[in-house]
């Protein structure tokens, strides 16, 4: 049995970037906006000393919210297997943009990419007690992506499966 907990950083909050998918062969090739939303679910075995599982605030959630920003906020997204990324990385070279390279730029990426960042910062704050469980990440209200870990199922399993045989 775990603890499971949810932060939603939405997309009214307003993390506006800019991102091409340039494989698609249809106008999300082209550079077009989302303000990006982010839905995470932590879990962790034990609760810390006030009962949380993470603070959703400054004290926990907040360097996720920190590195969110640093990612999505008036950002352009490159992917690094775009063949125009030397034309892209110019622009932030001319200083009209703020390009930060990631591994791909469709959803179910960014739904990655945050996952493991995330979980990186969780871990570390709470000496593994605590880890992420999936992200989601969403254009808008209609598409989102789901990135959640094999190993965090396992974790959960085997947690579930430990409370059964101990009763
Ligand atoms: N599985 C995915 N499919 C698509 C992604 C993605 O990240 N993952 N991204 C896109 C486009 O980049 C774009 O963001 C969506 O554009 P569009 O095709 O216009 O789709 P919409 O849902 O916004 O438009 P409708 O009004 O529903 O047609 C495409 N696919």
């Not at 006030?50 to 640093?70: S, Y």
Request: net charge negative; proline share 2%.
């Amino acid at each position: 049995m775990a603890h499971l907990s949810t932060k939603t950083y939405g997309n009214e909050r307003g993390l506006s970037c800019c991102s091409r998918q340039w494989a698609a062969d249809s106008d999300c090739s082209l550079l077009h906006g989302y303000s990006f939303g982010f839905r995470f679910v932590f879990a962790a075995e034990q609760l810390d000393k006030r009962g949380w599982v993470l603070d959703f605030g400054k004290g926990g959630f907040g360097k996720i919210r920190d590195w969110l920003h640093e990612m999505f906020d008036h950002s352009l997204l490159v992917a690094e297997d775009d063949p125009e990324r030397p034309a892209l990385e110019a622009l932030g070279e001319r200083g009209i943009a703020r390009v930060r390279v990631v591994p791909g730029t469709s959803c179910e990426r960014m739904a990655e990419m945050t996952f493991h960042k995330a979980d990186e910062i969780v871990r570390e704050a709470t000496g593994g007690r605590c880890w992420v469980e999936s992200v989601e990440c969403s254009e808008h209200g209609s598409n989102s992506a789901i990135y959640r870990s094999t190993r965090a199922v396992a974790r959960l399993a085997e947690s579930d499966r430990l409370h059964e045989e101990l009763g």
